[in-house]
C-alpha cells in the first residue's frame, strides 16, 4: 500500500510540473493556456511540490497571489494530513 502511495505522489508531481512547464510554453507562443483550476486542482491533488518547483524553475504564475500563496498553504496541508496520518496508524500498531 504504501509503494502505490508513493508511486502516485511521483506521477502527480511528475505531471503537475509538466503541466506548469507545457502551460508556460503556451503562454510564451500564445497559444491556448492551460487553465488555473486545474494548475491548482493538480497541485491540490498531490502535485504540490511539482507545481511549486514548476513555477520557480519555469519562473511561471510566482506573481499570482494565489499561486504565490495559495500553492505554499496546499503543501502544507498534506504535510500535516500526512503527519497526522503517519501518527494516527503507526500508534495503532
Not at 49 to 61: P, Q, V
Given at each position: 500500500m504504501?509503494?502505490l502511495?508513493?508511486?502516485?505522489?511521483?506521477?502527480?508531481?511528475?505531471?503537475?510540473?509538466?503541466?506548469?512547464?507545457?502551460?508556460?510554453?503556451?503562454?510564451?507562443?500564445?497559444r491556448?493556456?492551460?487553465?488555473?483550476?486545474l494548475?491548482?486542482?493538480?497541485?491540490a491533488?498531490?502535485?504540490?511540490?511539482?507545481?511549486?518547483l514548476?513555477?520557480?524553475?519555469?519562473?511561471?504564475?510566482?506573481?499570482?497571489?494565489?499561486?504565490?500563496?495559495?500553492?505554499?498553504?496546499?503543501?502544507?496541508?498534506?504535510?500535516?494530513?500526512?503527519?497526522f496520518?503517519?501518527?494516527?496508524?503507526?500508534?495503532?500498531?
Amino acid at each position: 500500500m504504501t509503494h502505490l502511495l508513493l508511486y502516485y505522489i511521483l506521477a502527480v508531481n511528475l505531471l503537475t510540473f509538466a503541466t506548469y512547464g507545457i502551460d508556460k510554453y503556451k503562454a510564451r507562443h500564445a497559444r491556448w493556456r492551460v487553465r488555473e483550476a486545474l494548475l491548482l486542482l493538480l497541485a491540490a491533488l498531490g502535485g504540490s511540490i511539482g507545481a511549486l518547483l514548476g513555477m520557480h524553475l519555469f519562473c511561471h504564475k510566482t506573481q499570482h497571489k494565489k499561486f504565490r500563496y495559495g500553492v505554499p498553504l496546499i503543501l502544507l496541508a498534506q504535510v500535516a494530513v500526512a503527519v497526522f496520518c503517519y501518527y494516527r496508524y503507526t500508534s495503532m500498531v
